[in-house]
């Protein structure tokens, strides 16, 4: 059974909770649009602000990746993911790069600076594009304000916006960009996020006046 959403508004839903006890009672979607915790223990000392650890970021959920390109959605779903997690996932229709402002540290001596991450894309059935876009997006990091791996809104809308499909799930939501992008879009979104205090700021962020693209 569904449990009672943490926020309903505007044709914006949070559930908080486990995604993999939530998606079975999901209606299927349009669109998927989602990034999992990457499997790599994150948390950052690079920061002012040391992060707490992301739930669930011991290993990428492979299960329930697959369930929501096989079940989830009629149209298409992405997954952000970095790099090297590529021959993990099944083979996608194409991985965009969201390349970003700057990069991140890594090896210092024996690895190139990473500024890119992956975004698998699964056309499914009912996918079409609104406009097709190439595979490599631009946008600048957040100042991770709301979440230690917030991506930016205008990344999600750009993905958004391409395609066809009024509703979007994004069931690993951290602080709500998917659906904070949804929103501007006037599309209906859904979003699952196990810890409480993300979906306390993802519901905050929706409150917010839209923004323009
Ligand atoms: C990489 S973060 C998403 C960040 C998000 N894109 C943003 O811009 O803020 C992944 C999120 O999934 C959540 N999560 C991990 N396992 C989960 C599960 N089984 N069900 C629902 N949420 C989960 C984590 O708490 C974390 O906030």
């Given at each position: 059974?569904?449990?009672?959403?943490?926020?309903?508004?505007?044709?914006?839903?949070?559930?908080?909770?486990?995604?993999?006890?939530?998606?079975?009672?999901?209606?299927?979607?349009?669109?998927?649009?989602?990034?999992?915790?990457?499997?790599?223990?994150?948390?950052?000392?690079?920061?002012?602000?040391?992060?707490?650890?992301?739930?669930?970021?011991?290993?990428?959920?492979?299960?329930?990746?697959?369930?929501?390109?096989?079940?989830?959605?009629?149209?298409?779903?992405?997954?952000?993911?970095?790099?090297?997690?590529?021959?993990?996932?099944?083979?996608?229709?194409?991985?965009?790069?969201?390349?970003?402002?700057?990069?991140?540290?890594?090896?210092?001596?024996?690895?190139?600076?990473?500024?890119?991450?992956?975004?698998?894309?699964?056309?499914?059935?009912?996918?079409?594009?609104?406009?097709?876009i190439?595979?490599?997006l631009?946008?600048?990091?957040?100042?991770?304000?709301?979440?230690?791996?917030?991506?930016?809104?205008i990344l999600?809308k750009k993905i958004?916006a391409a395609?066809?499909?009024?509703?979007?799930?994004?069931?690993?939501?951290?602080?709500?960009?998917?659906?904070?992008?949804?929103?501007?879009?006037?599309?209906?979104?859904?979003?699952?996020?196990?810890?409480?205090?993300?979906?306390?700021?993802?519901?905050?962020?929706?409150?917010?006046?839209?923004?323009?693209?």
């Open positions: 059974m569904l449990p009672k959403p943490y926020y309903n508004e505007g044709g914006m839903t949070i559930y908080h909770g486990d995604c993999r006890e939530i998606l079975p009672h999901l209606p299927k979607v349009d669109l998927v649009l989602t990034d999992p915790p990457y499997g790599i223990e994150f948390r950052s000392n690079h920061r002012f602000i040391k992060h707490d650890k992301i739930a669930g970021d011991d290993c990428l959920p492979l299960d329930t990746i697959q369930y929501l390109i096989d079940e989830a959605a009629w149209n298409a779903t992405y997954v952000f993911h970095r790099w090297d997690q590529l021959p993990m996932l099944p083979k996608a229709k194409s991985v965009l790069a969201w390349v970003k402002n700057n990069w991140s540290m890594g090896d210092l001596e024996h690895e190139h600076g990473r500024q890119w991450e992956a975004c698998s894309f699964y056309a499914l059935p009912g996918h079409k594009f609104i406009e097709r190439p595979d490599v631009f946008a600048n990091k957040t100042g991770n304000e709301f979440h230690p791996t917030e991506k930016p809104v999600m958004l395609n066809v499909g009024h509703t979007i799930l994004d069931p690993f939501l951290g602080s709500g960009s998917t659906l904070r992008a949804a929103k501007d879009l006037s599309r209906e979104a859904i979003g699952i996020e196990i810890e409480e205090k993300y979906c306390e700021i993802a519901a905050r962020r929706l409150g917010q006046e839209v923004l323009p693209f």
